[in-house]
């Protein structure tokens, strides 16, 4: 006992015990190079859950919007050496704080010794506010369209992999600083069905208007509607893999489509891996693998991507 009341003198010089009892400590604690005054009246057990605390005004403005979290480490403090030390953390943190957001970018604080958890609040709001163009762009694509990848994505997520129909999609890249540009785009499906998209898109590039909607200046560009979510289920253009009969496997969906316009039998690449490698009649070169469809025997290729199978 004797050593905590110690360190308290050492700590915090100006906050001192008014009676015999210790129940009452009045003083000041230096915070943001200025002194505040404070009051804490302890029941006589001492017990800092029961305390009340007297601020100053200007003690008061500084810590509005911490009511909570003062309450909460006057319940949880062993001492009161300890709540001051974390009264003191809220006013005049030694170092910036780790943050953590679901943010699409980095979350770069700015930090001086004269900051406080309020500044970076305000940063994160302004942050917010940013990213608001980006996060408009990617819910109107949620809500109009069919997502196949990611299947619940997170606000930090910049890719979506759209429905076109006829077991093709398209993979988008946005660029979360300038979310009406146009994005990266990757189509995947049979050749006869993603081909004239992409030439479509070449063809008409230079109709992307950043003044409009990316999704809209997507249907401009590709000469499409996408199949809507208010019209179509899920399952009309979703088709499970051709060799292991499921949609999904270890998170992926089947991105592989047979290029006969006959067949066009979606598979997971792994499943297509394990399948072309197990027949005698196929070939590899690189990363590209040459054999038989599963289904109608026709010619498939299976272009290896960067995930190992």
Same mark, same amino acid.
């Given at each position: 006992?004797?050593?905590?009341? &110690?360190?308290?003198?050492?700590?915090?010089?100006?906050?001192?015990?008014?009676?015999? &009892?210790?129940?009452?400590?009045?003083?000041?604690?230096?915070?943001?190079?200025?002194?505040?005054?404070?009051?804490?009246?302890?029941?006589?057990?001492?017990?800092?859950? =029961? &305390?009340?605390?007297?601020?100053?005004?200007?003690?008061?403005?500084?810590?509005?919007?911490?009511?909570?979290?003062?309450?909460?480490?006057?319940?949880?403090?062993? @001492?009161?050496?300890?709540?001051?030390?974390?009264?003191?953390?809220?006013?005049?943190?030694?170092?910036?704080?780790?943050?953590?957001?679901?943010?699409?970018?980095?979350?770069?604080?700015?930090?001086?010794?004269?900051?406080?958890?309020?500044?970076?609040?305000?940063?994160?709001? &302004?942050?917010?506010?940013?990213?608001?163009?980006?996060?408009?762009?990617? $819910?109107?694509?949620?809500?109009?369209?069919?997502?196949?990848? #990611?299947?619940?994505?997170?606000?930090?997520?910049?890719?979506?992999?759209?429905? *076109?129909? =006829?077991?093709?999609?398209?993979?988008?890249?946005?660029?979360?600083?300038?979310?009406?540009?146009?994005?990266?785009?990757?189509?995947?499906?049979?050749?006869?069905?993603?081909?004239? *998209?992409?030439?479509?898109?070449?063809?008409?590039?230079?109709?992307? @208007?950043?003044? =409009?909607?990316?999704?809209? =200046?997507?249907?401009?560009?590709?000469?499409? @509607?996408? #199949?809507?979510?208010?019209?179509?289920?899920?399952? $009309?253009?979703?088709?499970?893999?051709?060799?292991?009969?499921?949609?999904?496997? @270890?998170?992926?969906?089947? $991105?592989?489509?047979?290029?006969?316009?006959?067949?066009?039998?979606? !598979?997971?690449?792994?499943?297509?891996?394990?399948?072309?490698?197990?027949?005698?009649?196929?070939?590899?070169? !690189?990363?590209?693998?040459?054999?038989?469809?599963?289904?109608?025997?026709?010619?498939?290729?299976?272009?290896?991507?960067?995930?190992?199978?």
């Amino acid at each position: 006992m004797a050593e905590t009341e &110690a360190s308290l003198l050492r700590q915090f010089p100006l906050f001192l015990p008014q009676n015999r &009892a210790k129940t009452v400590y009045e003083g000041f604690i230096s915070a943001q190079g200025r002194d505040f005054h404070l009051r804490i009246l302890l029941p006589e057990d001492l017990q800092l859950k =029961n &305390a009340r605390l007297l601020c100053s005004w200007q003690l008061r403005t500084v810590l509005n919007g911490y009511h909570q979290i003062i309450q909460q480490r006057m319940q949880h403090s062993p @001492d009161l050496l300890s709540f001051m030390m974390e009264l003191k953390m809220v006013l005049y943190p030694a170092e910036s704080p780790d943050c953590f957001v679901d943010f699409p970018v980095s979350f770069s604080v700015s930090w001086t010794p004269q900051s406080s958890l309020i500044s970076i609040h305000s940063q994160f709001l &302004a942050a917010l506010e940013s990213l608001k163009a980006f996060w408009d762009v990617m $819910d109107e694509i949620d809500e109009k369209t069919w997502v196949l990848e #990611p299947e619940k994505p997170t606000r930090s997520a910049t890719s979506r992999r759209i429905a *076109l129909g =006829n077991n093709a999609s398209i993979n988008i890249e946005v660029d979360p600083m300038h979310p009406t540009m146009l994005p990266e785009c990757c189509f995947l499906g049979a050749d006869h069905v993603v081909k004239p *998209l992409g030439i479509k898109l070449s063809r008409n590039i230079h109709l992307w @208007d950043p003044e =409009n909607s990316l999704l809209q =200046n997507l249907k401009d560009v590709l000469e499409i @509607d996408f #199949p809507a979510r208010a019209i179509l289920e899920k399952s $009309d253009f979703s088709m499970d893999c051709g060799i292991c009969y499921a949609y999904q496997l @270890d998170g992926a969906i089947p $991105d592989q489509v047979c290029d006969n316009s006959q067949c066009g039998q979606p !598979f997971h690449q792994i499943c297509l891996y394990e399948w072309l490698r197990g027949l005698l009649t196929s070939r590899q070169s !690189f990363n590209i693998i040459f054999g038989e469809c599963p289904y109608c025997s026709k010619p498939i290729t299976l272009k290896m991507s960067g995930r190992k199978p």
